[in-house]
Nanobody, 114 residues
Framework: QVQLVESGGGLVQAGGSLRLSCAASGFIISINAMGWYRQAPGKQRELVAAIRSDGSTNYKDSVKGRFTISRDNAKNTVYLRMNSLKPEDTAVYYC????????WGQGTQVTVSS
């Protein structure tokens, strides 16, 4: 059964940090590109970071230099380290495969206060 479980969100002050985790089951993340998405209230879901099977990464311009995506193949888990958080980073964060979505998880709420 394919499943994605996100965790690690919370309430932080601007300038703070969080590390999100996405535990995948039912498929192997190391042979798939994986991405972190976010959806703010009233806005469309957007891709903010992705990691390819070869380990290369790319980021939305607004998070470059602040967010880092990584993965632990042994744990079949993808991470998103978020530093220097801004109020505009407030959203529900999800992970999925950019090249063919599987069922979305419940997401994890990130709230950044000013």
């Amino acid at each position: 059964q394919v499943q994605l479980v996100e965790s690690g969100g919370g309430l932080v002050q601007a300038g703070g940090s969080l590390r999100l985790s996405c535990a995948a089951s039912g498929f192997i993340i190391s042979i798939n590109a994986m991405g972190w998405y976010r959806q703010a209230p009233g806005k469309q879901r957007e891709l903010v970071a992705a990691i390819r099977s070869d380990g290369s990464t790319n980021y939305k311009d607004s998070v470059k230099g602040r967010f880092t995506i990584s993965r632990d193949n042994a744990k079949n888990t993808v991470y998103l380290r978020m530093n220097s958080l801004k109020p505009e980073d407030t959203a529900v964060y999800y992970c999925n495969r950019p090249q063919g979505w599987v069922s979305w998880g419940q997401g994890t709420q990130v709230t950044v206060s000013s």
